[in-house]
């Protein structure tokens, strides 16, 4: 079945400081990748779609200059939380779609990434 | 605009009991609905997807899904609970399939033997 990596699977990091998180599909291409974040208890809130090869679309109320999304490649996106603080950590959860093949359109989740700032 | 209610957020079942998890949307569109299921420390995985086709839907591990349109609900069934179900459920809308999905904030299914 298709496969969705992320890493690093948690991370902690000083309050100013910039995080990267990768969102990788390791047996299938994907044009789209989403970003979604959930805090404790909560559902998965949608961050930003990402396009490989174009500029990410990010939903209201997020700050593109905070969380910057590359799509560099079919098979990587990758999440920078810059200047990041505390109000910043929670559970990142990408998802890529899959564009062709019997899984088209379907969307693969990776486990996601725990970021704690202090 | 789009939006889900799972309601329960903690389900509690004997083991070969019946399994019902409830959803109810909101849509300004005809609904894409989906059910994901996530064990601890894995991804979210597609359990089944409604895509105004039949309106009953089975999905994967015996689970089925019923899309009610005049109770807008979308309530997720398993005859005989296994203890391999226990895991956290989260049902999901969108406005079509493969675009980006709001979800409901999940309900934790416990399986007791």
């Known amino acids: 079945g298709a496969v969705v990596s992320q890493h690093p699977s948690w991370v902690i990091c000083k309050s100013g400081t910039s995080v990267k998180i990768e969102c990788r599909s390791l047996?299938?291409?994907?044009?789209?990748m989403f970003w979604y974040r959930q805090f404790p208890k909560q559902s998965l809130m949608l961050m930003a779609t990402?396009?490989?090869?174009?500029?990410?679309?990010?939903e209201q109320g997020v700050e593109k200059d905070k969380f910057l999304i590359n799509h560099a490649s079919l098979t990587l996106s990758t999440l920078t939380v810059t200047s990041a603080h505390p109000e910043d950590s929670s559970f990142y959860i990408c998802?890529?779609?899959?564009?062709?093949?019997?899984?088209?359109?379907?969307?693969?989740f990776g486990p996601g990434t725990r970021l704690t700032v202090l | 605009a789009q939006s889900v209610t799972q309601l329960g957020s903690h389900v509690s079942v004997s083991e070969g009991a019946l399994v019902l998890l409830r959803c109810n949307y909101s849509?300004?569109?005809?609904?894409?609905l989906f059910w994901y299921v996530q064990y601890p420390n894995q991804g979210l995985q597609l359990l089944l997807k409604?895509?105004?086709?039949?309106?009953l839907v089975k999905g994967i591990n015996g689970f089925e899904a019923e899309f009610k349109k005049s109770e807008t609900s979308f309530h997720l069934t398993k005859p005989s609970a296994h203890m391999s179900d226990a895991a956290e459920y989260f049902c999901?809308?969108?406005?079509?399939?493969?675009?980006?999905?709001?979800f409901g904030a999940g309900t934790i299914l416990r399986v007791k033997s």
């Open positions: 998802s890529a779609r899959a564009h062709s093949g019997s899984s088209y359109n379907e969307q693969f």
């Open positions: 047996d299938f291409q994907a044009t789209t």
């Open positions: 990402s396009n490989e090869g174009s500029k990410a679309t990010y």
């Open positions: 849509s300004s569109v005809p609904p894409y």
């Open positions: 409604y895509t105004s086709a039949a309106t």
């Open positions: 999901a809308v969108s406005d079509f399939d493969g675009n980006k999905l709001v």
